[in-house]
Every structure is written in C-alpha cells, then in structure tokens.
C-alpha cells in the first residue's frame, strides 16, 4: 500500500511518501524552488517522491493532508469575529488568500496531482504526534507537540502504544508557546517562523531580566505547563503584526528594527524567554510523565527545534528516554499524515526494536550518483579531480585539518532543517577563527550565531556532558569540564564572543553550550569514516557541522545548487560525492557582492 503526506500552504510545504508502513522519501518543496520556507502545493516534491518509489500517481492508495482546513478556516472567521472591527484589515488580506487556495485542498490534490483515490485528513497536532511517535524505536510513549496553532490547538498531550495514538489533553489559541515565542522574535528584530533559531542563539548573550515581566503581564502559568496569554500585549488574533505598542511600553521602547544593531536589550530578552519557555516545557513534560506514566517521550512541532529545551528535558531526567522528530516543523506533517492513515486509519500492525527509530537518518530525500555529478562538471567545464574513497576521506581530513572550509556532498539530502552530513559545510573545531570565518564569510550572517558539532557517537562523553544519543542535532548540552578554559568572566554582551572557552573553541557557544550530532557508522557511513580520518590527524573526532547553504537560502539539493554557493562565497574546498574541488582551481573566484545583497533582508 501506498500512502501520499502533503503539508502545505502555511510554511514549509513537503511531501512525504509511506510504503507498508515504510518511509521511501520526503523532501521539503522550497529544496527544489530555491523559495526558502516555499509554503506553495509540494509538486516537485510530490513528483520527487512518487519517482524515489517507483510508481505513479494512479498506484497511490491514500493522500493523506496534514490538517483540517475547513476547522482552520472556521477559527480564522471566529478570531475576525471575535476582534470586530479590529480585526478587518487581517481579515481583508486572509480570507481571498483561503477562497484562492487554502479551502480548496481537496480540489488542488485531484486536479494537480490528477488523483482519484481516498483522501484523509487528521487533524493538524494529530499529524504532529505521528510524526513523532510512530517512527520513533518506542512501543509506548508520552507524546508532547508544541508549535504556533494548528486547527484550535497550538500543543497537545498524548499517549502512544502499538499503533494507535490517544489524545489526553490541548492547548487551544490564542494561547500558544510557539506565537508568544515568535512574538519575541518579531520584536527582538528577527523574522516569524525563521528567525527563532537567532532568538534561541541569541540567548546565552543576555541575562533573563524580564522573567518576572513576563510571568506577571504577559502569561498565567499553570503547574501542568498550560497557561493563559494576556491578549492586551499581543496582535496576532486580528492585526498584522506580532506585539502591539503596549508589549513595547512593558520592555522599554519599540520593536528592533531589521538589520539594525542588536542591543542589550534584546540579548536580555532573549534570555528571558528562554527560561520562560524552558520552564514551560519542563511542566508539560512532567505533567506527561504524571498522566501517562511512560518513560518515553515522543517531541514535535515547531517548538520541538528549540533544542536547548530538549536538552534541559534529557538532563531532568523527568524521563529515560526522549526522541525527538528530526523535522518537527509543518514540513514534516507530511510525514505523520502519511503514517497516522497508514497506523491509525488502516489499523496496521507496527512493530519496533526499542533502539532503532525509522527515519533512516533522516537521509530521504534526492541523491546523485558519482556519474551523474561528474556529468554535470564536464558540461560546465568546471576543474576537479576524482578520487578513491580511501584517498577521498584522508585528503578531506587533512584539509580540514588546514582549517579550510569544505562543502560537504554526499548521498540522500536530509529531510528537515538540519544539514547531517550529506549537504554540509565542515571546519575544524579547534580554530579559534573558524566561528567568525563561518558566519562572517561563508554563512553571510550574524557574527553571534553558533555552530553545532559532530562527534562519533562512541565519543560523545569525552568532549560533551551528555551521554544519550543525539542524531539529528536537536539536543543541547555543556562541553566536557575536561576540555573547559578559563574565561573573563566580567565580560558582557557580544565582548563575550571571541574568548576562547574550551579546547574546541568554534563549536563551544559563550555559555559552554553545544548543539549536538552524534554520528553513527549505522546511518551514515561515509561521514563517520571523515570524522575517523580527522581524528586520526587531530586526535579528535569532532567536526563543525552546519547546514550548506547561505542566510536565506534553503540548503543545497542539487550538485548544480551545490556548485553555485561554493563558487560565491569563500569556501575552500567542495567535495561533490568523490569529485573534489578546489577553490583556487576555479574560473570565478571572486565573491559577488550581489550575492551577499541578495540576502541581506533575511
């Protein structure tokens, strides 16, 4: 049997593509457009995943969407309703958007796809704890989602055994862990739904001053993690935007503007927040454990990125084991629709091991072979050298080791926002340099952002306080006192940024912090065998690893997508399955400044 997962029209549109219970393929449509976060109807990902398995729109059993549109709508009109007449101008732009697109789901799958099966349609938080817990290595588990706002919820709690999910509890908007985040993003400068990595990495900069503010004006919280949202400081129900001039009143002024200079005050409330959600959190995941009484946990939706939170849910010990949804977002709604028709509806058997989850990696989307890339650099005329795996892995290790930064391009592209391997950009986390080199040079974005390691899962707890796996970089945690140094510890702010604060500087954040990879020679072979001739140079088994692409772009799918981004940035080296390039073998070594421009409103 198969099953078609469609999520789109919000952000993030994807396509997901289920086989027996098994996932084939899923990519995220904006990988194929170059449109980052492309909200659009999926149909290069559609037709991407129908070709990875084998078959035509005709063989498809099922096309499952990931959520209720008409419930959705029917909140819209009730929030208009509600904030009448405030609430027209919101209403004037929503509404023509959903009689063009967004109510017609239904008609869009039968006539762009030209389907004529069963569609299914679980509701929005419903596709989120599939996603979660049906491809997690659990046979029963607590399930926690948390994002902006799906039809009326905007989290839940659930409980999931074999193959069947029970809903225990919801949250419903306005009030929404995930909008009084973006709320903050949207007034520390950073835009909605893209820029909550920023707020989090912005965090370890400031101190939380303005908690009590918050607890006091802005939210009720409840011990079991629910909470009520003050509504006169906010504007998302009927306006345009975010806040309103009294949230600005309450922190001292108005919204940072977009691309002026980050201040104290933002650094502050960013802190701020992030305490705030991290005690949120915390209550939802032991009011879980309480009401189901698993030690498994099962995280999704948009708040399931915020990988500090998870990494203080793993160290509280609230639970033994926790697993997160490698894309938690909307994208991989597509995912859980797909397996919430293949468990829940079809009533199919499911069976797991207790260890291994089934996304594969994450692994699932486009790959090339060796034949079709060296193809594409003949009829390009572009200089490289191929060479055998054993000479491939020591000679990217030992320019690696020459602090040169390599695109890395190997195998399945990754389905969610994290680069793991197969569409990275590689340094050496021992450069004192390399951080400001990544953001500054290669990334094109803000100098305090930080960036995440890869360690050989066997050597995790030599260099990190953390002892679990972390596979899809979604789990924060301190650098190892072994490998701490001494700091200035009167210094504020950005002053903070430079000093050198363990043995691995580059991917150490200022509060001896790191967002993890664990890599295993089970999932990803050929980046554990880098890593092993990297510490065979080195002595150490630990590499930056951060996602290729530049500041608002989406990360690099094709061979040709690859090749434009090293060619416009001051990348060293790119390595395109065994084809290896040098940049100072090229005919454009030049970095344009359109380029940078391009991107510089992100």
């Not at 000679?395 to 391997?421: C, I, Y």
Request: hydrophobic share 40%; net charge negative.
């Amino acid at each position: 049997m198969l099953i078609l997962g469609i999520s789109c029209y919000y952000h993030d549109a994807a396509a997901a593509i289920v086989q027996d219970g098994m996932i084939v393929a899923a990519a995220q449509e904006e990988r194929f457009t170059r449109k980052k976060h492309d909200q659009n109807f999926p149909i290069n990902a559609v037709e991407f995943c129908l070709k990875q398995a084998g078959c035509s729109i005709s063989d498809v059993d099922f096309v499952a969407f990931y959520d209720k549109p008409f419930l959705k709508f029917e909140r819209l009109l009730e929030t208009y309703l509600t904030y009448a007449p405030k609430g027209l101008l919101s209403a004037w732009k929503g509404i023509p958007i959903w009689i063009k697109d967004k109510m017609w789901i239904s008609d869009h799958i039968c006539t762009m796809l030209e389907f004529e099966g069963k569609l299914l349609y679980p509701e929005h938080h419903q596709s989120h704890a599939a996603s979660a817990f049906f491809p997690s290595p659990f046979g029963e588990a607590a399930v926690l989602t948390m994002d902006g706002v799906g039809e009326w919820a905007s989290s839940s709690l659930s409980y999931g055994k074999d193959n069947k999910i029970e809903s225990i509890a919801e949250q419903h908007f306005p009030h929404s862990l995930g909008l009084l985040y973006s709320a903050f993003t949207y007034f520390t400068g950073f835009r909605v739904n893209s820029g909550e990595y920023k707020l989090m990495g912005l965090a370890p900069y400031g101190n939380p001053r303005f908690t009590d503010v918050i607890y006091d004006k802005l939210i009720d919280l409840k011990d079991d993690g629910s909470f009520q949202m003050n509504q006169q400081y906010f504007n998302y129900s009927a306006g345009l935007t975010m806040t309103n001039s009294r949230f600005a009143d309450l922190f001292g002024g108005p919204a940072r503007k977009p691309e002026s200079p980050v201040t104290q005050r933002e650094m502050d409330l960013a802190a701020s927040i992030q305490v705030v959600t991290e005690e949120i959190v915390l209550r939802s995941a032991r009011f879980a454990r309480q009401e189901t009484g698993s030690s498994n946990l099962c995280l999704a939706g948009g708040v399931a990125l915020n990988c500090v939170a998870n990494g203080k849910i793993q160290k509280s010990g609230i639970f033994d084991k926790v697993w997160v949804q490698p894309s938690s977002g909307d994208a991989g709604g597509a995912v859980g629709a797909a397996l919430f028709a293949w468990y829940q509806y079809g009533d199919n058997p499911r069976a797991v091991d207790g260890v291994s989850d089934k996304m594969q990696g994450s692994y699932l989307g486009p790959e090339f072979s060796n034949e079709a890339i060296e193809t594409f650099l003949n009829e390009n005329k572009i200089p490289f050298t191929t060479k055998s795996d054993d000479d491939l892995f020591s000679e990217t290790a030992r320019l690696l080791s020459d602090e040169n930064v390599v695109g890395w391009f190997q195998g399945k592209m990754e389905f969610g926002p994290r680069a793991l391997g197969n569409r990275s950009i590689l340094g050496d986390p021992r450069s004192e340099n390399m951080q400001k080199t990544l953001n500054v040079k290669i990334k094109f974005r803000e100098s305090f952002r930080p960036f995440a390691p890869s360690v050989l899962a066997d050597h995790t707890s030599e260099y990190f306080d953390f002892s679990a796996d972390s596979p899809y970089m979604l789990m924060v945690s301190q650098v190892s006192e072994k490998i701490k140094q001494q700091v200035d510890a009167s210094a504020a702010g950005f002053d903070k940024l430079y000093q050198k604060r363990s043995d691995l500087p580059a991917i150490t954040h200022v509060d001896n912090s790191a967002r993890i990879q664990t890599v295993h020679k089970e999932t990803n072979p050929r980046y554990y065998r880098l890593i092993e001739e990297f510490q065979k140079i080195t002595g150490v088994p630990v590499l930056i690893n951060t996602s290729f692409n530049v500041r608002g772009e989406p990360i690099v799918c094709t061979p040709e997508d690859a090749y434009r981004c090293f060619i416009r940035t001051n990348m060293d080296v790119l390595v395109l399955g065994n084809h290896v390039l040098l940049k100072s073998e090229q005919p454009e070594t030049q970095v344009s400044d359109e380029w940078k421009d391009e991107f510089a409103l992100d």
